[in-house]
């Protein structure tokens, strides 16, 4: 696992990306677990930087093919961050966001995209596809 943060001149935290190596054969690359940027230190392209941190040592240091993350559906504002990066869909899964914890009765699932981003090793490009929003496949179908 990696962690990357950024602290401004007074100690606070701006943000940090949590990340991690996983997968096996042309399934191995990178997963970005928590991406946050503090409020008012967004707009500053920190996002930008921690996320090209997390890939170079995806692609050099790991050798991954490609790093990929799940955002939710809904969240128009960070799909498009990461489609300026360089992201793309590559499935829907349903329900990927379960319950809440609101009890046994509360239906708070939300799906999400897998986006997916290609690294140096995947030449062919094999880590993406077309049409990724139109395939949809079951939070259990994805480890």
Known sequence: MKRSSSEAPNGHMMGYVIG???GLGAEWH???TALTVAPEYRRLSLAR???NLLEHV???NYRGFFVDLYVR????VAIG??????YSVYRRVREYYGSLGMGRSA???EDAFDMRKPLSRDTGRRSIRAGGR???VSAHDVS
């Not at 961050?81 to 360089?86: A, D, K, N, S, T």
């Open 20 to 22: 991690k190596a996983e």
């Open 30 to 32: 990178g997963h970005v």
């Open 49 to 51: 930087k921690m996320m």
């Open 58 to 60: 995806s692609d050099d």
């Open 73 to 76: 559906c809904a969240n128009a």
């Open 81 to 86: 961050m990461y489609e300026e990066l360089g």
């Open 107 to 109: 239906k708070d699932e």
């Open 134 to 136: 139109e395939i949809v």
